[in-house]
T-cell receptor
């Protein structure tokens, strides 16, 4: 079974631009979560989508948004980039239907975003 | 808001048992506690999950006391390849459900 894939793996943007990251979950998984990882803040939950609906959301500003398509693939968008948005963005999929805390999450390798 | 605390780093030698404790308060009462392992340039990988008491699988054990205010990941007989960062993950119901990762414990296994 193929794992979680994320594209692109690396991205360089400048302040004020916007960016879209993509995540393809494991086949059959309907839950997709996004996390931001930085040396200072660690791993922080952005949001979770299940069957095309945002089910849970972390404490990030509205510049961070996402969506999920009918094939469970998900995209995350960050508008008006700031220097502090430089991070590794991780996507995880889960085969469970209940809350993500109760199921194993399978993580992709991440997209390394650098904002200059 | 749920808060987690883990030791920043730990050192061990090959063949020893390693115990990493995560303290967590205000976690969601009906949610699991999960531990993940992360190697450089990779996403976290699931190790073990439990709700209370003790859970064991082929790679680790997880001990959770009755008050669920902490959990201890036990790695038996570590090897050099267990050098990684270990995270606890809990659920938080404050203002809507979200998952909270601990800051991570960097385990360094020496020969």
């Amino acid at each position: 079974k193929a794992g979680v894939t994320q594209t692109p793996r690396y991205l360089i943007k400048t302040r004020g631009q916007q960016v879209t990251l993509s995540c393809s979950p494991i086949s059959g998984h309907r839950s997709v979560s996004w996390y931001q990882q930085t040396p200072g803040q660690g791993l922080q939950f952005l949001f979770e989508y299940f069957s095309e609906t945002q089910r849970n959301k972390g404490n990030f500003p509205g510049r961070f948004s996402g969506r999920q398509f009918s094939n469970s693939r998900s995209e995350m968008n960050v508008s008006t980039l700031e220097l502090g948005d430089s991070a590794l963005y991780l996507c995880a999929s889960s085969g469970g239907t209940g809350r993500i805390g109760g199921y194993e999450q399978f993580f992709g390798p991440g997209t390394r975003l650098t904002v200059l | 808001l749920a808060k987690t605390t883990q030791p920043i780093s730990m050192d061990s030698y090959e063949g020893q048992e390693v115990n990493i404790t995560c303290s967590h308060n205000n976690i969601a009462t009906n949610d699991y506690i999960t531990w993940y392992q992360q190697f450089p340039s990779q996403g976290p990988r699931f190790i073990i999950q439990g709700y209370k008491t003790k859970v064991t699988n082929e790679v680790a054990s997880l001990f959770i006391p009755a008050d669920r205010k902490s959990s201890t990941l036990s790695l038996p007989r570590v090897s050099l390849s267990d050098t990684a960062v270990y995270y606890c993950l809990v659920g938080d119901n404050t203002g809507g459900f979200k998952t909270i990762f601990g800051a991570g414990t960097r385990l360094f296994v020496k020969a």
